[in-house]
């Protein structure tokens, strides 16, 4: 899928889903940035200038680990494609990679806090590799993954 196509699909799942539900809550993170995480979303220690957060995602599917990534930096954006998400401009890249038994996709939205500060949202799904089973778990739901991401990327603000 290129990156125009993924760009599109992210467009019409942003325009096309409810607003947030029940139980959600609001995150604190670095620069003053805020999100809204879902019912089972955890935030766990990763690495200096790197928050991550555990996404929650039902069992018994390909999907193995649903998570986002929040790192903050000081200097040039990382490089990406122009998307407006409200009144916010973000950088978007889109990556796949394969590892021993696993796939990766990432969704990665960079935007500017200031005129040196910017942020980053990662989002990556890891799934298993269909073949690594002799009886395969069915695939994920795709549409109610990238509805959940989002969410979370509509509920973005910063600044404070």
Known sequence: MGVWSVIAALVVVLLSFPSLGEGWITF?????????LPPGGAVVPHAAGVVRV???????TLLTELFLLLEAGTGPLPPG????IGSREFLF?????GAAGS???????????DERNWISLRFVIHT???GMFPSPPPSYDRGAVLSLLCEILR???AGG
């Open 128 to 130: 298993a590799n269909p």
């Open 93 to 97: 890249s889109h990556t796949e990679e």
């Open 103 to 113: 796939r990766y996709e990432s969704f990665q939205y960079a935007t500017s806090l």
């Open 54 to 60: 555990e996404l929650p995602f039902p069992s018994g």
């Open 28 to 36: 604190r993170g670095p620069y003053g940035v805020t999100l809204c």
């Open 155 to 157: 509920s973005f603000s």
């Open 81 to 84: 494609n122009p998307v407006h």
